[in-house]
């Protein structure tokens, strides 16, 4: 077997992430984390592609969220009057 499968379990993505099972898990329902439904249990895999594409999107919003909504010092703020 791979070193690097090309599927991952939820689990596995909650390593990744360093997140809850339950938090991936709802990250695939909601769509924002594409997924594949398999076997007849239906077990939910997430492609390790897909995972990093999702990775880079999550930056690019954090990105977008930091330059939208900048730090503001509080400390600063209230040394400077």
């Not at 090309?6 to 991936?24: H, K, M, P």
């Not at 398999?38 to 954090?62: D, K, N, S």
Request: net charge negative.
């Amino acid at each position: 077997m791979a070193d690097d499968p090309r599927f991952l379990t939820l689990a596995d993505v909650a390593e990744v992430l360093n997140t809850s099972g339950a938090q991936v898990y709802a990250l695939v329902r909601r769509g924002e984390l594409p997924a594949i439904k398999i076997g007849g249990r239906g077990q939910w895999r997430v492609e390790r592609v897909q995972l990093e594409e999702f990775i880079q999107r999550m930056y690019a919003e954090t990105r977008t969220f930091v330059d939208q909504h900048p730090f503001v010092d509080a400390e600063a703020e209230s040394s400077d009057t």
